[in-house]
């Protein structure tokens, strides 16, 4: 049976020209120190989504990976030094896609163009490690997304619609 939920997935290609970000004054974006920040990030993660899934333990796992680039997972710094959002990229060397997922943001500063911010910052910098395209995931319900991921180019590449069975 259909479970209701879908997954989105979006594409953009990065020879198109890329505006440059715009971020609220006193606001700094800047790649992840290291490990120091992982409880930080994680503990947005919830906030942001809603969800008790990304734990320290979780958030560290993602930061040990041999891909991991430490220099493309991106912070927004609000101007009280909370982490206001951020969005993980990383890159794939043999078939030139650049990823810009996750983005997530705070509840406190959402509507303040955070995560376009942050699409924008990841796709030049994809841009510059040779990427011919950025993908994002994202959920069918989460539209904001969707709308912020348009607003800098992405396209639906795809949708995924999940069913599930019941075994006895």
């Known amino acids: 049976r259909q479970t209701g939920d879908t997954n989105v997935a979006m594409t953009r290609k990065l020879s198109e020209p890329i505006p440059a970000p715009e971020l609220p004054q006193r606001f700094v974006i800047r790649p992840i ?3 120091e920040e992982a409880e930080a990030v994680a503990t947005m993660h919830r906030a942001a989504f809603g969800t008790e899934y990304m734990t ?3 958030r560290l796992i993602i930061m040990n990976t041999s891909g991991y680039d430490p220099s493309l ?8 030094g909370t982490i206001a959002a951020y969005c993980s990229c990383s890159v794939n060397d043999q078939t030139k896609i650049g990823f810009t997922d996750p983005v ?3 509840p406190n500063y959402q509507r303040m163009g ?3 911010t942050l699409l924008l910052t990841g796709m030049s910098l994809l841009k510059e ?3 011919e395209s950025a993908h994002l995931g994202t959920s069918g319900d989460n539209i904001a997304m969707q709308k912020t991921a348009e607003s800098v180019g992405f396209t639906v590449e795809y ?3 999940w069913f599930t069975k019941e075994v006895n």
């Open 33 to 35: 120190t290291g490990i």
């Open 129 to 131: 490690r040779g990427m």
């Open 114 to 116: 955070l995560a376009r």
């Open 159 to 161: 949708r995924t619609i």
């Open 104 to 106: 997530a943001t705070h």
């Open 73 to 80: 997972d991106l912070l927004v710094i609000a101007p009280d």
């Open 56 to 58: 320290t333990e979780n």
